[in-house]
């Protein structure tokens, strides 16, 4: 074992989130706590999950020069074949 470094994982499968962190701050501002989300998984495109908007960040990022900020969504409903790390296509509700 070396210094900083994990032991062990422990996983909690009875739940999922997504985060996303490439809201820009012209698209966050359209975004709310418990608005609904479509989420496709890029290994799984013909699997369509549902999911709500659980927190906003209030801090911003700079990537690639764009301020961005991240969006956690919970999952309503789970596929067996889902890994953690898969990406996936959020699409917000109107």
Do not use: H
């Amino acid at each position: 074992v070396s210094p900083g470094l994990p032991v062990a994982t422990i996983a909690d499968f009875s739940g999922w989130i997504i985060e996303t962190d490439n809201l820009t701050e012209i698209d966050v501002v359209k975004i709310k706590a418990g608005q609904g989300a479509s989420v496709v998984l890029d290994a799984l495109p013909d699997v369509t999950l549902r999911g709500s908007v659980t927190t906003i960040s209030s801090i911003y990022v700079e990537q690639r020069g764009d301020i961005t900020y991240k969006v956690t969504l919970a999952l309503t409903g789970q596929n067996p074949q889902m890994r953690w790390g898969m990406t996936a296509q959020v699409t917000f509700d109107k």
